[in-house]
Structures are given as C-alpha cells and as structure tokens.
C-alpha cells in the first residue's frame, strides 16, 4: 500500500503561483507514473497533469499548457506542480495519484493510489 499526502494548497490572487507537493510514502514510487486531478464544486474530477516513473514525458490538459509545470524527485519519493498565472477556474480540490503499471495517463480509472486532496482557490 502506497499513501500519498498533498500539501501547498492555499488562497492566491488571479495571477499568483502556488506549488503543490505530493509527498509518497514508499521508495517504489520512483517506479509509479503519477498524476493531479482537481475536482471543482459541483463538476467531476478532471485530468490535470502526469508524469512518468522517469519524469522523461509529461503531458497536460490544454487549459493548464503552459501554466502549470508536473515535475517529480524520486530521491525525495514526491511529485509537485508547479502552477502560474492562476485563474478563478482554477479552483478545485488538487489530487495526486499513483499508477504501479503503465504509462503516465489521462484516465482516473488508471490510477491505483489517491491521496486525500488539497484545496486551491484562486480570488478574482
């Protein structure tokens, strides 16, 4: 069992950074592709961004290119994400999420471990 525990959420103006970190309790999380949902009030879970066990590809839901940025240290067994020019919209509860098997993917229904979310919101 692998438990992965978020942190960096917070309140930021339309226009702020924040940086969101996914810390897994497990060193075979250097073998797992992860992964951030956000879930918005009242919308479904969302794909947001993934990386792979080597951190070699990434990928990204057009409406966060080119603001946010996946990233991960396997020395430190953490993913973070790295977000700028934050939009109201962009206002969710941010969950990581782990996969054992498989490439970095956009499916929820591919990842084996959650953590239990933090929350952003972003002011106008």
């Known amino acids: 069992q692998v438990q992965l525990v978020e942190s960096g959420g917070g309140l930021v103006q339309a226009g702020g950074s924040l940086r969101l970190s996914c810390a897994a309790s497990?060193?075979?999380?250097?073998?797992?592709?992860m992964a951030w949902f956000r879930q918005a009030p009242g919308k479904e879970r969302e794909f947001v961004a993934a990386?792979?066990?080597?951190?070699?590809?990434?990928i990204y839901a057009d409406s966060v290119k080119g603001r946010f940025t996946i990233s991960r240290d396997n020395t430190k067994n953490t993913v973070y994400l790295q977000m700028n020019s934050l939009k109201p919209e962009d206002t969710a509860v941010y969950s990581c999420?782990?996969?054992?098997?498989?490439?970095?993917?956009?499916?929820?229904?591919?990842?084996?471990?959650w953590g239990q979310g933090t929350q952003v919101t972003v002011s106008s």
């Open positions: 999420a782990g996969r054992r098997l498989g490439s970095n993917s956009r499916r929820a229904n591919d990842y084996d471990y």
């Open positions: 497990r060193r075979t999380f250097s073998n797992y592709a």
């Open positions: 990386i792979s066990w080597s951190g070699g590809s990434t």
